[in-house]
Structures are given as C-alpha cells and as structure tokens.
C-alpha cells in the first residue's frame, strides 16, 4: 500500500513570498501518476497538476512542480492572497488505486 | 463542462445505510474512459479515497479496504448518475462526501487512471440518533 506523507503539516508564509511543499511516496511511483490539489474551506479540491506535470486549466504559472521516484514538491514562485489554502498530493494507479496526503495548510503570516 | 451534482440526506442514524446520489451532465457514467469516484472527507481520516465503478464493456467495482465489505457503489444508466451505499454506518462515518470524476486516458487501446478533474459539491453526513 502506498502511502503519501506531506511536509510540512502547516507552513505560515507572507504575501509575494515563494512556498515550497513536499509530498513523499513510501514506495516508488512515476510522476505520471501523481497529481496535487488546493482546497479551500466549504469547497471540493480543485486539481492543480496531473500525470508528469500537466497544469490543469486555468493555473497560473507561479504554480510548479517537481520530483521523481518518492519525493515530489510543489512550488508557488510568488505567493498571492488567493493561494492560502490546504494542498493535497495524490497517487492514483497503483494499490490501492486511489490515496491522498494529509495535506499542507499555507496560512498566512 | 461536465458536472456532478450531488444529493442525499444529512443526517443518517448509527446502523442504517448512508445513500447519496451524483447526477452527471456533460459526460456518461457508460463512458468507456472514465471513472466515477465517491470521496469522503473528515478531520480525523483526512481525504479518503473509498471507491469507484466504471464501465469497460461490463461493470466493474474498486473498493477502499477500509470500507469494503459495507460499501456499494452502483451505476444508474437510465438517469445517467451513480450511488453510494453505505451501511452498518456509526459515528465514525461522519463526513463530507465527494463523488467526482477520473476522465482516464486512452492509450492504444488500454485506459490509464487519471487525476479527479471534476468535483461534486459535498454533502456533509452525520452520523447520529
């Protein structure tokens, strides 16, 4: 069973400042299978990236992403105020087929 | 634009059945590629993935470990949505639940997973007498 740790569990951050998250696999899994999500409160997630770092519709460039083999990071070049939320990492494809981090809380400092 | 639109009551007792239901416009739970997803979100249990159906010449089901055993989660052709059923329901199964969707991938043939692109509403789901 894989499982996805996230780091940190909350990270406080300033507007225009740049945020790094991590997601990390206790086993290997491809990039292709991995996508990040933001959610804010009283909403479903929203999908941010997917399958070797696909941008889904609609996200802005500061957003990014990294990694391979167990250790992937999204990255926010410049924090906006519309940012602050809790962002999940998730594997899909591999046993189970579906799993989630527990998520990154970015609140502002 | 595909959408989900979730419904099903909030309150269900301990030991009865949790239902809820996904209307799909813009797709069809006979899609060929997709996937139709239920998601249940607590503080306690974080985002928890608890299953699928989807057709690829014939239905078939995924189920969470966590839940198998009491879940079903079934396709509606006629009404173009797809249910949960939850039973044997206690406290612990309070949660706002998500169906949503993986649009999958076709290559040569085969269909690849693919991330949830598109999310219900919620509907949050107490456990309660």
């Known amino acids: 069973e894989i499982v996805l740790t996230q780091s940190p569990g909350t990270l406080s951050l300033s507007p225009g400042e740049r945020a790094t998250l991590s997601c990390r696999a206790s086993?290997?899994?491809?990039?292709?299978?991995l996508a990040w999500y933001q959610q804010k409160p009283g909403q479903a997630p929203r999908l941010l990236f997917y399958?070797?770092?696909r941008r889904a519709a609609g996200i802005p460039d500061r957003f990014s992403v990294s990694g391979s083999g167990t250790d992937f990071t999204l990255t926010i070049s410049r924090l906006e105020p519309e940012d602050f939320a809790v962002y999940y990492c998730q594997q899909y494809g591999y046993s189970p087929p579906v799993s989630f981090g527990q998520g990154t809380k970015l609140e502002i400092k | 634009q595909v959408q989900l639109q979730q419904s099903g009551p909030g309150l269900v007792k301990p030991s009865q059945t949790l239902s809820l239901a996904c209307a799909i416009s813009?797709?069809?739970?006979?899609?060929?590629?997709?996937?139709w997803n239920w998601i249940r979100q607590s503080p306690s249990r974080g985002l928890e993935w608890l299953g699928r159906?989807?057709?690829?010449?014939?239905?078939?089901?995924d189920y969470a470990d966590s839940v198998i055993g009491r879940v079903t989660i079934n396709p509606d052709t006629p009404k173009n949505q797809f249910s949960l059923h939850l039973n044997s329901v206690t406290p612990g199964d309070t949660a706002v639940y998500f169906c949503a969707r993986d649009p999958g991938v076709s290559i040569s043939g085969m269909v690849i997973p693919d991330a949830f692109d598109v999310w219900g509403q919620g509907t949050t789901v107490t456990v309660s007498s």
């Open positions: 086993q290997t899994i491809s990039s292709s299978y």
């Open positions: 399958g070797a770092s």
């Open positions: 159906t989807y057709y690829r010449s014939k239905w078939y089901n």
């Open positions: 813009g797709d069809s739970v006979s899609s060929d590629t997709a996937s």
